[in-house]
C-alpha cells in the first residue's frame, strides 16, 4: 500500500467545484505535487509547491495543505478534467525517495 | 521543444534482461536530476530510479538492486538496465525530469514505453 492515500474515485457535476485530497506522514514535512493523467497519457504535472502551477496550466487548479493532507481544487469543472490524479512528496525513509499515491478517477457528470 | 522519448521496450522472457533509454531534446540530463517511473497495468504510478547531476543513482528499496540507472552524456539519454525480470516488472515505464524544486516534483515526462515479462 502507498504511504500517500487518496480516495478512489470521486465524482462532480460539470461547472462545479471538486476537491481530491491526499493523506500521508510525509505531508506534514513535504507539499505535495499533483498530476493529471488521461488514459493511454503520461502525466501532466498540475500543481506544486505551496500554490504553484507550470506555464499553461489553468488557475482553475489549485492546491493546498494542511497537516497531514495535501488537496488539490479544481474551480469549475470541465469534461476534459476527467482522468486520474495523482498526489506525490518525499517518502519517509530519509532517502531522496519519491512515493505517489494511489491516484482518484474523476469523473465530470 | 523541449521532450522527453523512451525507446527499447518489448516483450521478454521471466529472467531476461533489458535496457530501456530515453532521449532527451533542448536541455541537458546531466545538469538536473531524472528518474523512471512505472506504472502495472490499471495501477498507478511508482518511481523506480534517480539519477543525480553528480551522477550519484539511489533506486526504490522494492527492486532489491535488479535496476541500474545511467546516462549518457555524449548522447543526452538515459537509460534503465533492468536484471531478473519477473512479471511484477511488467508495466508501461516512464522517464521523467525530477525530483526538482525541492519538492519531489516531476515537471517533464516522456509518452511512456510499454515491458511486457511473459513466457
Known amino acids: 500500500s502507498s504511504e500517500l492515500t487518496q480516495d478512489p474515485a470521486v465524482s462532480v457535476d460539470l461547472g462545479q467545484t471538486v476537491k481530491i485530497t491526499c493523506q500521508g506522514d510525509?505531508?506534514?514535512?513535504?507539499?505535495a505535487a499533483w498530476y493529471q493523467q488521461r488514459p493511454g497519457q503520461a502525466p501532466l504535472l498540475l500543481v506544486y509547491?505551496?500554490?504553484n502551477r507550470p506555464p499553461g496550466i489553468p488557475a482553475r487548479f489549485s492546491g493546498s495543505s494542511s497537516g497531514n493532507t495535501a488537496s488539490l481544487t479544481i474551480t469549475g469543472a470541465q469534461a476534459d478534467d476527467e482522468g486520474d490524479y495523482y498526489c506525490?512528496?518525499?517518502?519517509?525513509?530519509?532517502?531522496?525517495?519519491?512515493?505517489f499515491g494511489g491516484g482518484t478517477r474523476l469523473t465530470v457528470l | 521543444e523541449v521532450q522527453l522519448v523512451e525507446s527499447g521496450g518489448g516483450l521478454v522472457r521471466p529472467g531476461e534482461s533489458l535496457t530501456l533509454s530515453c532521449a532527451a531534446s533542448?536541455?541537458?540530463?546531466?545538469?538536473?536530476?531524472m528518474s523512471w517511473v512505472r506504472q502495472a497495468p490499471g495501477k498507478g504510478l511508482e518511481w523506480v530510479s534517480l539519477?543525480?547531476?553528480?551522477?550519484?543513482?539511489d533506486h526504490a528499496d522494492a527492486l532489491k538492486g535488479r535496476f541500474i540507472i545511467s546516462r549518457d552524456n555524449s548522447e543526452n539519454t538515459l537509460s534503465l538496465q533492468m536484471n531478473s525480470l519477473g512479471s511484477e516488472d511488467t508495466a508501461v515505464y516512464f522517464c521523467?525530469?525530477?525530483?526538482?524544486?525541492?519538492?519531489?516534483?516531476?515537471?517533464?515526462w516522456g509518452q511512456g514505453i510499454q515491458v511486457t515479462v511473459s513466457s
Open positions: 510525509s505531508l506534514r514535512n513535504y507539499y
Open positions: 533542448d536541455f541537458t540530463v546531466r545538469t538536473t536530476y
Open positions: 509547491g505551496k500554490d
Open positions: 539519477i543525480y547531476p553528480n551522477g550519484h543513482t
Open positions: 521523467a525530469r525530477g525530483p526538482l524544486f525541492g519538492d519531489y516534483v516531476f515537471d517533464l
Open positions: 506525490n512528496c518525499r517518502d519517509r525513509s530519509g532517502k531522496d525517495h519519491v512515493v
